[in-house]
């Protein structure tokens, strides 16, 4: 098979034209004819009819033509698989998470990222939001995936996925009997909530201050888990992701809310501004934008 035979066919035909052929292939004029007639006597047909005043590929010239588009296709995928191949990712790839995400959202974005690139070896931190965005700025870690946007200039951020907020309470309490709750309802209860720093706590308190809402008792628990599992044993009700919710099978716990839109809040991927990413990271962030359609 002439490569490159076929690859001045190509370059002809397309610029309709010899003396440009071989000025985009930086070769000869002769040598250009000498590559269409070397695949003319291959083939045993004429595949361009042309003099001064005109320039026209012949049907068969159209055959050939269209099977070697797809032949030099096929060998620059080929080349590109390979070297794919010869330069996969290696090396270490420390990711820092807020707890929501890294528990509920991570997991499944990180198998889709191993299976791809099974060399580089992956260390995840959970942590709230406030110092998972501390840490990459320190370049501890060298990517972060937190709750809600991020402010500070010193750190690049972009959303890729909405969550939705939702109120549970303790399954037998008298806000699931009630048909329609109340902003009254909402007065004088415990309630139950993350550290601060945590991107879930600060919905939650700006939420109840929103809609001046009067706390009886604050709880808190440095655990998503163990903030549903508390309400669930009737310590309190809170304001927490739907998404955990519902991966602990708690939809029995949610109260519908008609009167009070809770914030939706994004979960944001965070890189720090200053400096070139590594490849790993730069991989990891088109993955990331692939899976949830970012542009």
Same mark, same amino acid.
């Not at 939001?129 to 870690?141: F, K, P, Q, W």
């Not at 937190?146 to 939702?166: H, N």
């Given at each position: 098979?002439?490569?490159?035979?076929?690859?001045?066919?190509?370059?002809?035909?397309?610029?309709?034209?010899?003396?440009?052929?071989?000025?985009?292939?930086?070769?000869?004029?002769?040598?250009?004819?000498?590559?269409?007639?070397?695949?003319?006597?291959?083939?045993?047909?004429?595949?361009?009819?042309?003099?001064?005043?005109?320039?026209?590929?012949?049907?068969?010239?159209?055959?050939?033509?269209?099977?070697?588009?797809?032949?030099?296709?096929?060998?620059?995928?080929?080349?590109?698989?390979?070297?794919?191949?010869?330069?996969?990712?290696?090396? +270490?790839? #420390? /990711?820092?998470?807020?707890?929501? *995400?890294?528990?509920?959202?991570?997991?499944? &974005?990180?198998?889709? !990222?191993?299976?791809?690139?099974?060399?580089?070896?992956?260390?995840?931190?959970?942590?709230?939001?406030?110092?998972?965005?501390?840490?990459?700025?320190?370049?501890?870690?060298?990517?972060?995936?937190?709750?809600?946007?991020?402010?500070?200039?010193?750190?690049?951020?972009?959303?890729?996925?909405?969550?939705?907020?939702?109120?549970?309470?303790?399954?037998?309490?008298?806000?699931?009997?009630?048909?329609?709750?109340?902003?009254?309802?909402?007065?004088?209860?415990?309630?139950?909530?993350?550290?601060?720093?945590?991107?879930?706590?600060?919905?939650?308190?700006?939420?109840?201050?929103?809609?001046?809402?009067?706390?009886?008792? +604050?709880? #808190? /628990?440095?655990?998503?888990?163990? *903030?549903?599992?508390?309400?669930?044993?009737? &310590?309190?009700?809170? !304001?927490?992701?739907?998404?955990?919710?519902?991966?602990?099978?708690?939809?029995?716990?949610?109260?519908?809310?008609?009167?009070?839109?809770?914030?939706?809040?994004?979960?944001?991927?965070?890189?720090?501004?200053?400096?070139?990413?590594?490849?790993?990271?730069?991989?990891?962030?088109?993955?990331?934008?692939?899976?949830?359609?970012?542009?």
């Amino acid at each position: 098979m002439d490569v490159e035979a076929f690859r001045t066919f190509i370059t002809v035909v397309e610029g309709k034209s010899f003396t440009k052929a071989a000025v985009t292939l930086s070769i000869s004029q002769p040598s250009v004819s000498l590559h269409i007639k070397h695949l003319e006597e291959v083939f045993g047909t004429k595949l361009i009819d042309r003099s001064p005043k005109y320039f026209n590929i012949t049907p068969t010239g159209e055959i050939v033509y269209q099977r070697a588009k797809q032949m030099m296709g096929a060998m620059e995928k080929a080349k590109e698989e390979v070297s794919e191949y010869h330069n996969q990712l290696t090396g +270490e790839l #420390t /990711i820092g998470a807020s707890y929501t *995400v890294g528990e509920y959202i991570l997991p499944s &974005l990180l198998k889709e !990222f191993d299976d791809s690139y099974p060399k580089v070896n992956l260390s995840v931190h959970i942590d709230n939001t406030e110092n998972i965005n501390r840490s990459v700025l320190a370049h501890t870690y060298d990517i972060g995936f937190v709750e809600g946007k991020v402010d500070s200039k010193e750190l690049k951020a972009f959303s890729f996925l909405e969550d939705e907020m939702v109120m549970i309470a303790p399954p037998e309490h008298l806000l699931h009997r009630k048909k329609n709750v109340q902003f009254k309802d909402l007065h004088n209860l415990t309630w139950i909530g993350r550290e601060e720093g945590s991107g879930t706590r600060d919905i939650m308190d700006a939420t109840l201050r929103i809609y001046d809402v009067e706390v009886k008792k +604050e709880i #808190t /628990i440095t655990s998503n888990h163990g *903030v549903v599992q508390a309400v669930r044993q009737g &310590l309190g009700v809170s !304001f927490i992701s739907k998404s955990i919710v519902q991966n602990q099978l708690g939809e029995e716990l949610m109260v519908h809310l008609p009167y009070i839109q809770v914030p939706k809040r994004q979960f944001s991927c965070v890189v720090p501004a200053e400096g070139k990413l590594s490849k790993n990271v730069e991989v990891l962030v088109k993955t990331v934008k692939e899976q949830f359609s970012v542009t």
